[in-house]
């Protein structure tokens, strides 16, 4: 069935840090995967998205790698600020594009 | 544009009782999705509406219902409600409907005692 998961329910980052989030799909047929970030009391917030035919897409201080092979994404966040702190979710479309399913979930610390 | 609007913030209900949730999508975007969330399940699906139709619907009970009006406003209502649908509803609208770039509204923090 369709699931996907992340490696580490925290991450515990300094100031300045580079953070890496990483997620695992196991719908080798999605063709699309989105990233999230939700603060406290709020819905999630769109960050970045990509396609299954790329591997790569950056934005502003964000980077989201794919890798279809092992079926991994991850989230690079260039000079973590305390801002960042907040739940980070990757999600894939289904098949059909009928839904969008979500990972558990990652929570980054960013201490100052 | 405004985002997605949802209303109320927060709501208290007792068991059995039933709960109607709103959402207005930004303009222009034809497509409402709802989620459910909760610490324990994360977000769950529940439906999609595209153009006043259902297009899925997710593993939810027929308590769950929803409805799309000609505006691509939407409600949700929960019949004879339990203690395990207190949760944070969310709704999320796209333009394309197509599942990309689905954007959040705040949600609506249900409450059921």
């Known amino acids: 069935g369709e699931s996907v998961g992340l490696h580490l329910p925290t991450l515990s980052v300094q100031e300045g840090d580079n953070s890496i989030i990483n997620c695992a799909y196991s719908n080798s047929a999605s063709d699309y995967f989105i990233w999230y970030k939700q603060e406290s009391g709020k819905g999630p917030q769109f960050i970045i998205d990509i396609r299954s035919n790329m591997d790569k897409r950056q934005g502003q201080r964000v980077t989201v790698l794919l890798n279809k092979t092992v079926k991994h994404l991850s989230l690079q966040i260039a000079a973590t600020q305390p801002g960042d702190s907040a739940v980070y979710f990757c999600?894939?479309?289904?098949?059909?594009?009928?839904?969008?399913?979500f990972g558990t979930g990652t929570r980054l610390l960013v201490s100052p | 544009k405004a985002g997605v609007t949802q209303t109320p913030r927060y709501l208290i209900k007792t068991r059995g009782q039933q709960v109607t949730l709103s959402c207005s999508p930004i303009s222009g975007h034809r497509s409402v999705s709802w989620y459910q969330q909760t610490p324990g399940q994360g977000l769950q699906f529940l439906f999609e509406y595209f153009s006043e139709t259902q297009r899925n619907k997710g593993n939810f009970p027929g308590r769950f219902s929803g409805r799309q009006f000609s505006n691509s406003r939407s409600e949700m209502n929960v019949s004879t409600l339990e203690l395990g649908d207190s949760a944070l509803y969310l709704c999320?609208?796209?333009?394309?409907?197509?599942?990309?770039?689905?954007?959040f509204g705040s949600g609506t923090q249900l409450s059921v005692l």
């Open positions: 999320a609208s796209s333009e394309r409907g197509d599942n990309e770039k689905l954007f």
């Open positions: 999600a894939e479309r289904s098949t059909g594009f009928q839904k969008l399913v």
